[in-house]
């Protein structure tokens, strides 16, 4: 019975080793998440700023325009504008394209970070010595005056499941 509780206590270390490196895991992808959303918020930090000054440029463009006015036809006109927004809208497409693949990738890492997490957590189980039956019978037989050791004899599970049982009910 004493190899049984070694074996069970070495499952329990294990058990929480394996608790541990999770959540070593989901820390350092969760801060390695932040610096990505870090960087995205940088690019639209920059995509804001290079709206303004094209915002900027336009209303430049619109006063030489006005200037220009007299001198210029109606079709040229259409065209300096159809030139001057084109100019403007290609950059922040651009840039709006690259922020979405960004974003695509970063739920695509995320979405298996946490299948792999999920796999892994499904993995781990109970004993499937400890139930509720158990612990009745591990109660009634404790209050009866039977030692521990018997217990674990009479009910095939090992005396520090027994202690176990009992200190989780408060009785011992």
Not at 32 to 58: C, D, G, H, P, S
Not at 101 to 115: D, K, N, Y
Not at 157 to 168: G, R
């Amino acid at each position: 019975m004493n190899l049984e509780s070694i074996n069970i206590e070495y499952l329990v270390v294990v058990m929480a080793a394996m608790i541990l490196y999770l959540l070593y895991y989901v820390f350092t992808k969760d801060a390695q998440y932040n610096k990505n959303i870090r960087a995205v918020a940088t690019v639209a930090e920059e995509l804001n700023r290079e709206m303004f000054y094209l915002k900027k440029k336009l209303s430049e463009t619109q006063e030489s325009l006005q200037k220009n006015s007299s001198r210029m036809s109606d079709e040229d006109l259409y065209q300096e504008i159809e030139r001057t927004v084109y100019d403007m809208v290609k950059p922040i497409s651009l840039s709006l394209k690259r922020l979405e693949e960004s974003i695509h990738m970063i739920e695509g890492h995320v979405e298996a970070r946490l299948s792999s997490l999920e796999s892994g957590v499904k993995q781990i189980s109970i004993p499937a010595s400890i139930h509720g039956n158990d612990d009745e019978k591990i109660i009634s037989l404790y209050k009866q005056g039977v030692t521990l050791e018997t217990i674990s004899k009479e009910l095939h599970i090992s005396k520090a499941e027994v202690e176990f049982v009992l200190k989780i009910n408060k009785i011992k």
